[in-house]
């Protein structure tokens, strides 16, 4: 069965300090991972897209990395800023078509 | 620029009332895709639209749900009869593409179903 798990289901960092979150999946044929910060009361807003062939990309202060051997990505984020508070959605799609298999998100507080 | 636009914001309704919920996508985008999250669920795929046709709607849930897309601007989701079950917040995005493909989403659409 397809799965996305993320982890940790909630996590709490002082502002400044960096932070990694996971996401292990379990979808094959694969085509793409994404990663998503959705704001309280908002749409998801995309911050990577990687493809099989990809192992690394950023978007400013976000870096996504992917490994399609393991089926495992991570979004780190560096110099956390009191805006980066919110959900951070990990979404892989199969091969072929469109089925996407949604994380449960990983729920991100950054403090003052 | 404007984003997707969805209307209405918020929908409160009764159970057995029909719902029309409402997408206006990026111009010059040719995919749309409809979504649902829950606090139980989190986000679902209902389904999406390429050129105005419909792709896949295998994450529609029953036969109470239907969308159209009659033109590359305007895309409806509707659920008669409406039930408690389906509150949630109703997202719409769009894309350029369907694969790979950055998607745009909108601000949502709050469905209560009492």
């Known amino acids: 069965k397809n799965q996305v798990e993320q982890s940790p289901q909630s996590l709490i960092i002082l502002e400044g300090k960096n932070c990694t979150l996971q996401?292990?999946?379990?979808?094959?044929?694969?085509?793409?991972l994404r990663w998503y910060k959705q704001d309280t009361g908002r749409g998801p807003v995309s911050l990577t897209i990687?493809?099989?062939?990809?192992n690394t990309k950023s978007n400013g202060r976000y870096t996504a990395t992917l490994d399609a051997d393991t089926k495992q990505s991570s979004l780190h984020i560096t110099a956390s800023q009191l805006s980066d508070s919110a959900s951070y959605i990990c979404?892989?799609?199969?091969?072929?078509?469109?089925?996407?298999?949604f994380g449960a998100g990983t729920r991100l507080f950054v403090k003052a | 620029d404007a984003g997707v636009i969805q209307s209405p914001r918020h929908e409160v309704t009764e159970m057995g009332q029909e719902v029309t919920l409402r997408c206006k996508p990026i111009?010059?985008?040719?995919?749309l895709f409809w979504y649902r999250q829950t606090m139980m669920r989190g986000l679902e795929l209902l389904i999406y639209?390429?050129?105005?046709?419909?792709?896949?709607d295998s994450g529609m849930p029953e036969d109470r749900f239907s969308a159209k897309m009659p033109n590359a601007s305007f895309s409806t989701l509707k659920i008669q009869p409406s039930e408690p079950r389906d509150s949630a917040v109703y997202f719409c995005?769009?894309?350029?593409?369907?694969?790979?493909?950055?998607?745009?989403f909108g601000p949502g659409t709050r469905l209560t179903v009492t």
């Open positions: 995005a769009s894309s350029l593409g369907l694969v790979s493909y950055e998607q745009y």
């Open positions: 996401c292990n999946y379990t979808v094959s044929p694969f085509s793409n």
């Open positions: 990687m493809t099989f062939s990809e």
């Open positions: 979404v892989v799609s199969e091969e072929g078509g469109f089925k996407t298999i």
């Open positions: 111009s010059g985008h040719n995919s």
């Open positions: 639209f390429n050129n105005n046709v419909p792709i896949d």
